[in-house]
C-alpha cells in the first residue's frame, strides 16, 4: 500500500530560526514523484517542489532545501532563515505510476513562524 | 499563466439545497480532481475525472456526484446539501502528457462552502 506520513502537526518556531518538515512514504513502486506544496491562510495550495525516484540529490532553492532519501523512504524540507511569510501549512505527496497520476497526500504540517 | 478558476470563493447553503461547485482549468489538461479539506483530516478526494464524460469515485464519494462534460470544466454536485458538507472544497488539474507541469496538480484557490 501506499502512504504518505507527516508526523508532526504543527511546528511552531521563531522568525529565523531554521526548521525542518519531516515527510516518510510507502510504496514497492521503483518509479515515484514526491512533491512538496505549502498552502498559505489565503487557502491555495501551490507547488514547491517534484523529485524523482531515481535522483536522490539534495535541492537547494532559496531558503528552502530537501533532502530525499531512499534508503530511509524520507523526502524532509527544511527552511532556512524562517520568515514571518513562510507560515503555512505544507503538504508532502506521493505519486506512483500506475496510478494515473493521482498523488498521494500527507496529512499536512501547520508551521507558525513568529515574529 | 495557467489556472484553475473555481466559481466561488464563498458560498453559504441551506440544508437540502442543490449545490454546484464548478471548476474550470486553461491548461488542456486531461485529469481534474475535486478534494474537500476538513482541519486535521487533510485532503480527502471525493471525485476524479480521466477525460471527458468519464469519472471515477475517490475516498469520499457519498453525497456527491460530478459532471465533465467539456475538457475544461469539472462540476462537483451536492444533490441533497447537508449541514456536515461544510467544508472547504479544492479542485485541481495534472497532465499526464505535459512534462512542463512536473506531473504534479494545479489547484484552484478553494470555496468555502457552509451549509446551513
Known amino acids: 500500500a501506499q502512504k504518505v506520513t507527516q508526523a508532526q502537526t504543527e511546528i511552531s518556531v521563531v522568525e529565523k530560526e531554521d526548521v525542518t518538515l519531516d515527510c516518510v512514504y510507502e510504496?514497492?513502486?521503483?518509479?515515484?514523484?514526491l512533491f512538496w506544496y505549502k498552502q498559505p491562510p489565503s487557502g491555495e495550495l501551490v507547488f514547491l517542489i517534484r523529485?524523482?525516484?531515481?535522483d536522490e540529490q539534495n535541492e537547494i532553492s532559496g531558503r528552502y532545501s530537501w533532502n530525499f532519501q531512499k534508503s530511509t523512504s524520507s523526502f524532509n524540507f527544511t527552511i532556512t532563515a524562517s520568515q514571518v511569510v513562510d507560515s503555512a501549512v505544507y503538504f508532502c505527496?506521493?505519486?506512483?505510476?500506475?496510478?494515473?497520476?493521482?498523488?498521494?497526500w500527507g496529512a499536512g504540517t501547520k508551521l507558525i513562524i513568529k515574529p | 499563466d495557467v489556472k484553475v478558476t473555481q466559481s466561488s470563493r464563498y458560498l453559504v447553503k441551506r440544508t437540502g439545497e442543490k449545490v454546484f461547485l464548478e471548476c474550470v482549468q486553461d491548461?488542456?489538461?486531461?485529469?481534474m480532481f475535486w478534494y474537500r479539506q476538513d482541519p486535521g483530516l487533510g485532503l480527502r478526494l471525493i471525485y476524479f475525472?480521466?477525460?471527458?464524460?468519464?469519472?471515477e469515485k475517490g475516498d469520499i464519494p457519498e453525497g456527491y456526484s460530478v459532471s465533465r462534460e467539456k475538457k475544461e470544466r469539472f462540476s462537483l454536485i451536492l444533490e441533497s446539501a447537508s449541514t456536515n458538507q461544510t467544508s472547504m472544497y479544492l479542485c485541481?488539474?495534472?497532465?499526464?502528457?505535459?512534462?512542463?507541469?512536473?506531473?504534479?496538480?494545479?489547484f484552484g484557490s478553494g470555496t468555502r462552502l457552509t451549509v446551513v
Open positions: 475525472s480521466y477525460d471527458v464524460k468519464m469519472k
Open positions: 491548461m488542456d489538461h486531461e485529469n
Open positions: 523529485r524523482n525516484s531515481f
Open positions: 505527496a506521493l505519486n506512483i505510476m500506475d496510478s494515473n497520476y493521482q498523488l498521494i
Open positions: 510504496t514497492r513502486d521503483t518509479t515515484y514523484y
Open positions: 485541481a488539474s495534472s497532465s499526464v502528457t505535459d512534462r512542463r507541469y512536473n506531473y504534479g496538480y494545479t
